[in-house]
């Protein structure tokens, strides 16, 4: 399966759980293009680890178990000011939104990293274009 075949189905599958989560789903897209703030799918992976929650989003990107991540932990990869962003995007309080990023994170980087290796960045945001449109 190609890796925007997975990009689609972690997308249908995380939303499918509850149509509250468009709105942060989308702002999460927009969070993993190569021109956010953050920069992109390579530059979340790093404020993860350089927060000290390497150990976490390492496992997410490898082959072995995810390991779970807290609300607050959210927040300490992210920051608090990034958290906000995405919150006021997806129209929910950064509480809410570190809640439900810490159950959509770990699965949707697991699949978007196949045989624990990152990526080609052209084919994530081929496949984020492609979701832009699912979501829009």
């Known amino acids: 399966m190609g890796l ?17 989560q468009n709105p942060l789903m989308q702002a999460v897209v927009g969070l993993l293009g190569q021109n956010s703030s953050i920069g992109g799918f390579s530059g ?6 350089k927060h000290g929650l390497g ?7 490898g ?9 607050e932990q959210v927040q300490q990869g992210l920051g608090g000011d990034l958290l906000k962003q995405l919150a006021s995007q997806a129209g929910m ?3 809410a939104a570190g809640g439900q990023l810490a159950n959509l994170l770990p699965g949707l980087i697991d699949q978007l990293t196949p045989g624990g290796k990152m990526p080609d960045t052209k084919l994530i945001e081929q496949g984020l274009n492609l979701l832009r449109g699912t979501l829009g």
């Open 44 to 49: 979340l992976i790093q404020a993860f680890q």
């Open 4 to 20: 925007l075949d997975q990009l689609g189905q972690a997308a249908a599958g995380m939303m499918g759980a509850s149509s509250e």
């Open 93 to 95: 309080s950064p509480e």
């Open 63 to 71: 082959t072995g178990k995810n390991l779970p991540i807290s609300a």
């Open 55 to 61: 150990d976490i989003v390492n496992s997410w990107v």
